[in-house]
């Protein structure tokens, strides 16, 4: 029988004077006061609607061969710059920004953009994929926790991180935006990609935070759909979070996501809960839902508190959280139900805003952490290091070809071809200035590690397949070995259903009892849209003048 969660937070909190629970592997890579940016000469720094440092929030991140990527968006006025670089060998603390990839990129920092410009507005998150190509996911609205103006339709661009010229634009089709739809993350799935298509045929998935939903860009056909489901959606008892003794009150839908590539499965979490949830690719592939049916959503587990960060690591099924009130990082792994505090301080891990286990760093789980609670209260201290990036070492299972259960012949990650991927950095070479030929393929001839644990990966997915025929299941996760350990900040679902099934009667009770009536048919699912075609020339690659 497990435990309640809050028991289990206690039997694991931090004694008094004990301020951090580290590692071995953590160590923080970089650390910031207040973000600032290579200006131009003739940059207006004076003027707060352009520069405000203390609004100036650090989202994303990701970590190519030789740069760190950093994103931020535009929550508030005077953000010059929404995303940003600095070299992977550079030495001591508060580097300043490089604007990704130049400042006639970041216009709208000074309110001078065209929507029709090859241009960024606000970017939350960030992703690099095999062919060394960075996509950046522009919302468009700018001042998103101020007065929310919709700049531009939101977009995504994507950079050849060889040139640093974008390669490919890709704007969404109306049908899949909504009035106050903020895009915040995003998935690049090239499970099924073929090595000859150059990353061109992969399938991106997309949170939509204020309009709850997920948003499936199928690259190689060029089309888009939306889908969305209960689970995406805040529950207001989990609406105010806190932090040591800050407490601040946040309504955000589904913005965590992270991918399992060997069990084909896609996390999603929103800020505004205690829960985890999980829905496999097939069923996000398949297009956009008939009318009636539901989206077969699992719940996987409940989290001792809200959170944002997530990530999963490529080979291993394992998970990795970052429950906000415990300010640690945390690891579960679904397939071995084992756990594991990886970090836990006061100081260093406050708010957790991206998680990344980047393919360029080995067995390495990367940290961003900002003080957003403090930027969002207005109560920020300038003389602390309000944002970081953390790096957890041997944490995350070697590169290798993951064990698929029917792995097509011209996977992207198995070996033998003509593409093998590429070779990651050595941990131990993090703080030595990369040279020229620190990205590079690997030789065709050289061979790939093999994957620990494969034999058993198969057997579990067989099993899970065979046992498990229905679309939709409100059970917990199968192959779950109760007599492990239970991780203090996870607890795994004991029989709790995600929601009650469809053809239960769920009233709905006014102030004096009365019940109300349903006007709108049951069966109607209008939470999903349709799949439309697109027709802007531009979604072709080619470099964008």
């Given at each position: 029988?497990?435990?309640?969660?809050?028991?289990?937070?206690?039997?694991?909190?931090?004694?008094?004077?004990?301020?951090?629970?580290?590692?071995?592997?953590?160590?923080?890579?970089?650390?910031?006061?207040?973000?600032?940016?290579?200006?131009?000469?003739?940059?207006?720094?004076?003027?707060k609607d352009f520069y405000n440092p203390e609004n100036v929030v650090a989202t994303g991140l990701e970590v190519g061969y030789d740069r760190i990527f950093i994103a931020t968006p535009r929550l508030f006025s005077g953000v010059p710059s929404t995303l940003s670089s600095i070299p992977r060998g550079s030495i001591g603390d508060s580097p300043t920004l490089q604007a990704y990839p130049s400042w006639s990129h970041h216009r709208a920092g000074t309110r001078e953009y065209n929507c029709s410009d090859i241009g960024l507005v606000s970017v939350y998150r960030i992703r690099i994929d095999s062919c060394n190509r960075l996509w950046a996911l522009d919302a468009g609205v700018s001042r998103s926790l101020e007065d929310f103006e919709v700049t531009c339709p939101?977009?995504?661009?994507?950079?050849?991180?060889?040139?640093?010229?974008?390669?490919?634009?890709?704007?969404?089709?109306?049908?899949?935006?909504?009035?106050?739809?903020?895009?915040?993350?995003?998935?690049?799935?090239?499970?099924?990609?073929?090595?000859?298509?150059h990353c061109d045929d992969v399938f991106v998935y997309i949170t939509d935070t204020v309009a709850?939903?997920?948003?499936?860009?199928?690259?190689?056909?060029?089309?888009?759909?939306?889908?969305?489901?209960?689970?995406?959606?805040?529950?207001?008892?989990?609406?105010?979070?806190?932090?040591?003794?800050?407490?601040?009150?946040?309504?955000?839908?589904?913005?965590?996501?992270?991918?399992?590539?060997?069990?084909?499965?896609?996390?999603?979490?929103?800020?505004?809960?205690?829960r985890l949830f999980s829905v496999s690719t097939s069923a996000l592939r398949g297009g956009p839902l008939p009318f009636g049916k539901d989206l077969p959503v699992k719940l996987v587990?409940?989290?001792s508190s809200q959170g944002i960060g997530l990530a999963a690591a490529p080979r291993g099924g394992t998970i990795f959280y970052s429950p906000l009130s415990e300010t640690a990082v945390a690891s579960w792994n679904p397939r071995t139900n084992e756990h594991s505090i990886l970090a836990q301080d006061q100081e260093k891990i406050q708010f957790a805003a991206d998680l990344r286990t980047p393919d360029r760093d080995g067995t390495a789980l990367y940290v961003l952490t900002s003080k957003f609670h403090r930027f969002f209260l207005k109560n920020l201290d300038a003389s602390e290091f309000n944002t970081r990036i953390l790096r957890i070492d041997g944490v995350v299972q070697p590169a290798g070809p993951p064990a698929r259960l029917q792995a097509p012949s011209h996977h992207r990650f198995t070996s033998g071809g003509a593409y093998s991927g590429y070779q990651p950095l050595a941990s131990t070479s993090f703080y030595e200035s990369p040279s020229s030929s620190v990205y590079k393929p690997l030789s065709p001839s050289r061979p790939v590690p093999s994957s620990h644990g494969a034999k058993?990966?198969?057997?579990?997915?067989?099993?899970?397949?065979?046992?498990?025929?229905?679309?939709?299941?409100?059970?917990?996760?199968?192959?779950?070995?109760?007599?492990?350990?239970?991780?203090?900040?996870?607890?795994?679902?004991?029989?709790?259903?995600?929601?009650?099934?469809?053809?239960?009667?769920?009233?709905?009770?006014?102030?004096?009892?009365?019940?109300?009536?349903?006007?709108?048919?049951?069966?109607?699912?209008?939470?999903?849209?349709?799949?439309?075609?697109?027709?802007?020339?531009?979604?072709?690659?080619?470099?964008?003048?």
């Open positions: 029988m497990l435990l309640p969660i809050w028991c289990l937070v206690a039997l694991v909190s931090v004694a008094p004077g004990d301020a951090a629970l580290h590692g071995p592997g953590f160590e923080t890579v970089k650390q910031w006061n207040l973000l600032s940016y290579n200006f131009p000469w003739d940059y207006p720094t004076s003027n939101p977009k995504i661009l994507v950079y050849d991180l060889h040139t640093d010229q974008v390669v490919r634009r890709i704007d969404f089709p109306p049908e899949v935006i909504r009035g106050e739809s903020l895009y915040t993350n995003l998935i690049v799935d090239e499970t099924t990609s073929r090595p000859e298509n709850p939903g997920i948003i499936v860009y199928d690259s190689g056909k060029d089309l888009t759909w939306r889908l969305s489901h209960p689970a995406m959606y805040p529950d207001p008892d989990f609406a105010e979070s806190s932090i040591l003794e800050h407490r601040f009150t946040l309504m955000d839908g589904v913005v965590g996501l992270a991918f399992d590539p060997e069990a084909a499965i896609l996390y999603f979490q929103p800020l505004a809960t205690d587990g409940r989290k058993t990966y198969a057997s579990f997915v067989q099993n899970f397949y065979t046992k498990q025929p229905q679309p939709y299941s409100f059970e917990p996760v199968p192959v779950i070995d109760k007599s492990k350990p239970v991780n203090p900040f996870f607890m795994l679902n004991s029989g709790e259903k995600t929601f009650p099934p469809p053809h239960v009667p769920r009233p709905q009770f006014g102030l004096n009892g009365e019940i109300f009536i349903p006007k709108i048919n049951q069966h109607f699912n209008d939470f999903n849209g349709l799949r439309y075609a697109k027709s802007v020339r531009t979604n072709h690659t080619a470099t964008l003048k």
